[in-house]
């Protein structure tokens, strides 16, 4: 029994059987009986044990002893009251003691309140003794059960944690009682200002050694041991202890700094309402290593949807970080119905673009400028298609033998690159490796390669497309803008003989309504029934493209060529035909709808009449009236009086007389105006003739041109600035179609026929096929004698800015004035005079000397044998092998209807 006595201080040594005598005469008492008031009562789990036990009430002073036998196990005591580093966490024990009253440590930080609590203590030490022991604990499982003495010591940790839960568990049923020493749990306080030399003083020295040579890892012990201590006393307090606590728990409120403590809240919270929780199976363990438990469950925080791909994908632009998703959502469902759509941020626009609604939804297009692929497209049905020039039938054999030579080259630099001086160029002879000395990526005169490669290209590249126009078949219209002069499309297809074409006149295209046939070479004709689509360029008198030939790798190629406007996407191609209808019969109806359209494809005829002026169609028009006036008077029976008649017949009259006086004064007033128009054309002349020569005598013309031309538009008002390089055509001048012009080329006309009037003599000496051949000594050919009557001299001082007047001497061999006189002589002179001679030269000897000039720029172009020849064409302009089909009969780039009837 005496064993027994001693024995609990393995149980005293675990947690809950520390005594510490606050008190000596505690001590004292306790060793003096067992009928001390501080003596341990048997509690109600063991009153029989206890009261048949041996045990003296010298508990206390004997668990003192065996605690400082085993200093290792009162560690985690000592740490959980001191702590210097983290003497404030401990002070705030009571922090926890106040909101978690079952942990039951009772901290000394407040005086008054321990004071309270010790004399609660003592009041009920008072009480009855049935009071007392049911107050008092007998908390020692392994002392009641004889056990404790045998433990070995290394087991003691173990058992400890096995009697905590045994006496938490039996907490609930045992009466919690205490004396002035025992606080709750069996945890005596050491008291360590008492300077006694009672055990207890000792323990309270060993106890602040220990805790000045504290291990601060220790504090997850002394945290667990402090819970398990408070788990514990709670469980041995009274009902009187737990109120205590309770009333404690409030005014011992305070914060705690950090999550652990924050949790360590928590979990003791849990504890509080008695929820099961992790924290409460606190034993030796650290907290760390509770931590860690398995099973344990955290509320996972939530966490950022990140963006799975893309820059901005799932984050639509009204997103605003600071909130949350849903609230983002909310948000942006709120804002749909108002949101302003006008200008996003350019990194939102492309997504606005993809994808907005079905309906706003629409495909990327380029600027109808740029390209335009317009409905309406139409497929020809009966159209063979070629791109490429073809030789048949006896053709071929001779285009072998006419084949002419390349018999041009140019002696162009770099810097030139083949522009406006380009003898090339100016012979209409496509520049390559083998006439030219400059490389194509510096030469501009090869628009037939240039079309090569736009034709392997893709539609824009291509650039025209077949439609279908209202009175005239079929057409063509450009899918994209083409620069002034620049290549379009070849008119290609089948090169027949004279003969063969005749036949197919007669046989083949007998029914046709249309024909594709062109004055080509030598003689031959392009058919392009099978041909490339050029073939479908419709003819206006108002043309805005050009048909040219150009001799390319020696070979004549046919071409449509942008005017000098240049084209517009959506605008129809057409070009003049100089029809050639070879019978009046033949004379189509021109429905090309243009101010100065001449009523045919083709030139006007001599006897056909001209157009009626404004004064006649009046006169006309009152004569008309009058006579329906009297017809319907009449168509009555005479059913009006005479009174009423001969009213009629003055308004009639009347009416008759203001026309003729309108036409009379209209036609007096037309003279006088078209006198003074001339008075000024002359002037004008005169001073342009002057700037001219003083120009001539300096600079180069066209260097001096503006390069920034104004582009007019059909039926759009869009006008856009074009800087262009120089027009790469010959003869061309860039003129303004406007009013004032048109004055301007009409007086320039009648000036001209005023100067034919009074039988001035031509400028220049006439030159003609015969006498350049001759003298180039070289008998002139078949072809070249049928044109070699004397080529009349313009009469004009200088090239006329006229859109009636042909600018070029190969875009029309017609001089559109409709008197049908023959100025292919005229053209021919132009087309013999290089580019700048033709606008500036004034006066005779300044053309005739210009003419020579370029004559000899050619001749000497030109070496070996081939010298001759050139000489001889610079004599005809071209005209033996043709610039144009000048040459062939002044037929030109003409259309020819050829029916057999006719012939
Ligand atoms: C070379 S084709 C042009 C393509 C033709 N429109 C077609 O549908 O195949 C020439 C024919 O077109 C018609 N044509 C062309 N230009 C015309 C115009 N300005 N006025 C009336 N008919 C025209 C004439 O019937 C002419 O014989």
Not at 214 to 228: C, D, E, S, V
Not at 443 to 461: M, Q, S, V
Not at 590 to 602: E, F, K, N, Q
Not at 816 to 838: M, V, W
Request: net charge positive.
């Amino acid at each position: 029994m005496v064993d027994r006595a001693a024995s609990p201080d393995s149980t005293s040594s675990t947690l809950s059987c520390i005594t510490v005598a606050e008190r000596t005469d505690t001590a004292a008492r306790s060793s003096v009986g067992a009928s001390s008031a501080n003596s341990t009562p048997p509690t109600s789990q063991g009153d029989t044990a206890s009261i048949t036990s041996d045990a003296t009430k010298a508990d206390a002073p004997v668990m003192m002893q065996q605690d400082k036998a085993e200093p290792e196990q009162e560690t985690e005591h000592e740490d959980t009251k001191s702590e210097p580093g983290n003497a404030e966490q401990y002070e705030e024990q009571p922090d926890e003691l106040g909101e978690q009253p079952e942990d039951g440590v009772h901290v000394d930080e407040d005086r008054g309140e321990k004071q309270q609590m010790e004399e609660e203590q003592e009041e009920t030490s008072r009480r009855s003794s049935r009071r007392s022991r049911t107050s008092i604990t007998t908390y020692n499982v392994q002392i009641l059960a004889g056990t404790a003495i045998h433990t070995p010591t290394k087991y003691l940790e173990k058992h400890t944690a096995n009697v905590m839960r045994t006496d938490r568990a039996v907490s609930g049923s045992t009466p919690v009682g205490g004396s002035d020493q025992l606080l709750s749990g069996g945890i005596k306080r050491p008291t360590l200002e008492n300077n006694d030399s009672a055990p207890g003083n000792q323990l309270s020295k060993e106890l602040e050694e220990r805790i000045s040579r504290r291990n601060p890892t220790g504090m997850g012990l002394l945290r667990a041991a402090t819970r398990n201590a408070m788990v514990s006393a709670s469980s041995s307090l009274g009902k009187r202890g737990r109120e205590i606590m309770e009333s404690g728990k409030g005014r011992l409120k305070t914060s705690r700094n950090g999550t652990d403590s924050s949790r360590r809240r928590q979990s003791d919270s849990a504890i509080l309402m008695g929820k099961p929780t992790k924290r409460v199976r606190l034993s030796t363990t650290s907290i760390e290593e509770l931590d860690e438990e398995p099973g344990k469950e955290y509320v996972k925080p939530k966490t950022k949807r990140w963006l799975s791909q893309g820059l901005y994908v799932g984050q639509h632009r009204d997103f605003d970080a600071r909130l949350t998703e849903s609230q983002n959502k909310a948000r942006r469902k709120a804002a749909a119905a108002k949101e302003n759509k006008i200008l996003p941020m350019p990194m939102f626009a492309g997504e606005r673009l993809l994808s907005m609604p079905y309906k706003e939804a629409r495909d990327f297009k380029l600027p109808f400028d740029i390209y335009s692929p317009l409905p309406r497209k139409a497929k020809p049905e009966d159209w063979k298609k070629t791109s490429k020039n073809l030789f048949v039938g006896d053709a071929a054999t001779i285009w072998k033998k006419s084949k002419p030579e390349a018999d041009s080259y140019c002696l162009c630099d770099v810097e030139d690159g083949c522009g406006e001086n380009c003898q090339n160029r100016f012979m209409l002879y496509e520049c390559d490796k083998t006439n030219c000395l400059i490389g194509p990526e510096f030469c501009t005169n090869r628009a037939f390669a240039e079309l090569k490669i736009r034709a392997k290209g893709n539609g824009y590249d291509y650039g025209v497309e077949v439609v279908e126009t209202e009175d005239r078949g079929y057409g063509v219209r450009a899918m994209r803008c083409f620069n002034p002069h620049q290549i379009i499309v070849e008119y290609a297809g089948e090169i027949i003989t004279q003969e063969e074409c005749d036949r197919r006149m007669k046989v083949e295209y007998k029914n046709n309504e249309c024909y594709y046939l062109m004055t080509f070479h030598n003689k031959m004709i392009i058919d392009a029934t099978r041909g490339s689509i050029a073939r479908f360029v419709n003819h206006s008198c108002e043309p805005n493209c050009r048909m040219i030939k150009w001799t390319v790798a020696g070979e004549p190629r046919m071409a449509l060529f942008a005017g000098d406007w240049g084209i517009m996407t959506g605008e129809e191609l057409t070009y003049d035909y100089n029809f050639d209808p070879f019978s009046a019969k033949n004379v189509q109806e021109c429905r090309c709808g243009t101010a100065s359209c001449r009523g045919v494809l083709g030139p006007r005829s001599k006897d056909q009449p001209k157009a009626r002026s404004t004064a006649t169609s009046l006169v006309a028009g009152a004569k008309r009236k009058i006579q329906e006036v009297f017809r319907s008077k009449g168509s009555r029976g005479g059913s009006s009086s005479p009174h009423k008649r001969r009213k009629v017949a003055d308004i009639a009259r009347s009416a008759l007389s203001q026309a003729k006086k309108t036409v009379t004064e209209s036609q007096s007033a037309k003279d006088a105006r078209s006198v003074k128009e001339a008075a000024d054309a002359e002037a004008r002349s005169a001073s342009r003739a002057e700037r001219a020569l003083r120009r001539s005598s300096t600079t180069n013309l066209a260097s001096k041109r503006p390069k920034t031309l104004h582009k007019r538009s059909s039926n759009r008002t869009t006008s856009f600035s074009i800087s262009r390089k120089i027009a790469p055509r010959p003869g061309g001048v860039l003129r303004r179609p406007n009013s004032k012009l048109s004055r301007f080329t009409s007086s320039v006309k009648k000036h001209s026929a005023s100067i034919k009037s009074a039988n001035r003599r031509p400028i220049l000496p006439p030159l003609t096929t015969r006498s350049v051949a001759k003298a180039a000594g070289k008998a002139p050919s078949a072809a070249s004698q049928a044109t070699s009557a004397p080529l009349r001299q313009t009469t004009l001082p200088f090239k006329p800015l006229s859109v009636d007047l042909p600018s070029s001497p190969f875009a029309s061999t017609s001089d559109n004035d409709g008197d049908n006189d023959d100025n292919g002589g005229t053209l021919r002179e132009f087309a013999a005079l290089p580019l700048r001679a033709t606008r500036r030269p004034t006066t005779a000897s300044s053309v005739r000397s210009a003419a020579a000039s370029m004559k000899k720029n050619v001749v000497r172009s030109v070496r070996g044998p081939r010298r001759a020849a050139a000489v001889a064409r610079m004599g005809l302009g071209l005209g033996v092998n043709g610039i144009g089909g000048l040459g062939e009969g002044g037929s030109g780039n003409t259309i020819r209807v050829i029916l057999g009837s006719d012939e």
